[in-house]
């Protein structure tokens, strides 16, 4: 969404924040508490110093952000990093200790599970509640309550106390309230995870077609979604802002801090000068053209424990193991990733992501799945290899690359050796596909009369 953020520049604020920080009393123990309450004004009173009872701890700190009408922010962070804290004084519902929060427009929030609601009243009830807290008048609530009722689809269970219903149930009635308040301001903190994948679909129906007029605060662990929502986006670290920027960068960032190692800057791709005028020949023999340029693996920094490298990332002509410099969407190819170990590596696994310039992950895979009962074990100095075998998808014109990586252990424990992204890189130069993030090539399509 490029064209969003670069007109969201020149756009009107929608939310401001200056030097907003957010300060708890933390104490040890409930006695500490009454002391605190009562001690320091007898101190007072007879002029000693007042003690302190209490440990300062700043949830956030110093933070200075600026939201512009039409834009999309996602907030990243570990839990503890000041992301809920952040989103509850945008709201409203939080008194900032220091700074200033100018929020312009109606705010609709989707914040903790059951926020705004009482869960003794029934769903009908906390429609009407929670629609006066968004700032809506009962005649509002009158006319759009069979479109919310709709829109959350859990039939009888609106006459029903919510505190009967499941998460996905809770969701689906504040996401409808709020998707009928006319907001200004939409601010999501986590609730699209839980639920059915139909509602969630819907949801992201809506925040599309809300995101063409309206500003949105996302708040996601899934940096993909992040990347793929939003225009910008802030990292948030022990309650202070580490990163701002665009989606994409800020993301890889904060995916690459879990391993304590700088991302890569991603330059200009290398062309390969030696073209391989078999790959160029067949582009021609296409019945819809899909040509795809192959750029040089680019060696560039990852992020990894540096236990193993990657070498070398090649595409190949399935049949004749040629390297390509092009190659035609719908053509069977192998991706080819070579690794060398630097120590000795117990359960070595090679995998990639195929992403479009979003940052949004095309498609994936990595050796565990062949190799999960039978690991190839590798010394220090040794070189390991893994093919894939793949049909290439029919791209959209545009760019694309592969992130690829190298780990030991499983799939869902290990340590990460190197971790490359956008280590490799294909630019698709023409293509028929309209609808869809990619397209499939189909073998035939007939089209006959029925007598």
């Not at 689906?172 to 999501?188: P, S, T």
């Amino acid at each position: 969404m490029p064209g969003v953020a670069e007109a969201g520049k020149q756009a009107p604020l929608a939310v401001r924040m200056q030097g907003v920080s957010k300060n708890y009393h933390i104490y040890d123990n409930p006695k500490d508490r009454l002391k605190q309450a009562i001690v320091p004004r007898m101190q007072r009173l007879f002029g000693a110093r007042p003690a302190r009872f209490y440990r300062d701890f700043w949830a956030l700190r110093d933070i200075a952000l600026d939201v512009r009408h039409g834009e999309t922010l996602g907030v990243i962070g570990r839990n503890g990093s000041g992301k809920s804290t952040l989103l509850q004084i945008l709201c409203g519902t939080l008194t900032p200790t220091e700074g200033d929060v100018d929020v312009r427009g109606r705010v609709g929030a989707l914040l903790e599970l059951g926020s705004g609601f009482n869960p003794e009243f029934t769903g009908r009830e906390n429609v009407y509640l929670n629609g006066a807290v968004l700032g809506m008048t009962r005649e509002q609530i009158d006319a759009r309550f069979s479109d919310i009722l709709a829109f959350a689809d859990i039939g009888e269970f609106v006459e029903q106390p919510v505190k009967t219903y499941s998460s996905g149930m809770y969701v689906r009635l504040a996401f409808a309230v709020i998707a009928h308040c006319d907001a200004d301001i939409l601010v999501i903190d986590e609730a699209l995870s839980v639920g059915d994948v139909f509602f969630a679909q819907k949801c992201m129906r809506f925040l599309r077609k809300f995101q063409e007029n309206g500003t949105v605060v996302f708040v996601s662990h899934d940096a993909a979604a992040v990347r793929n929502l939003c225009d910008r986006a802030i990292w948030l670290e022990h309650g202070r802002m580490r990163m701002e920027g665009d989606a994409k960068a800020v993301t890889e960032a904060y995916h690459a801090s879990a391993y304590g190692e700088t991302v890569r800057v991603v330059s200009a791709p290398v062309r390969d000068s030696a073209a391989d005028a078999a790959s160029v020949a067949r582009l021609g023999a296409a019945a819809v053209p899909n040509p795809i340029e192959v750029f040089r693996f680019d060696p560039g920094a990852g992020f990894g424990d540096g236990t193993a490298t990657i070498r070398s990332v090649q595409l190949l002509d399935a049949t004749t193991r040629e390297a390509l410099s092009f190659v035609q969407g719908g053509e069977d190819v192998t991706l080819r990733i070579e690794a060398e170990a630097l120590d000795a590596l117990d359960s070595p696994i090679l995998g990639f992501l195929f992403k479009d310039r979003l940052g949004q992950v095309l498609f994936g895979e990595n050796t565990w799945s062949t190799y999960r009962d039978r690991a190839v074990p590798i010394d220090a100095g040794a070189r390991l290899s893994a093919e894939f075998d793949f049909r290439m998808p029919i791209l959209p014109a545009g760019r694309y690359s592969l992130d690829v990586a190298v780990a030991n252990g499983t799939v869902l424990e290990h340590r990460q050796a190197q971790w490359m992204h956008d280590a490799f890189v294909l630019e698709s130069h023409a293509s028929g596909v309209t609808t869809g993030l990619v397209g499939l090539p189909f073998p035939g399509i007939r089209l006959q009369s029925e007598e």
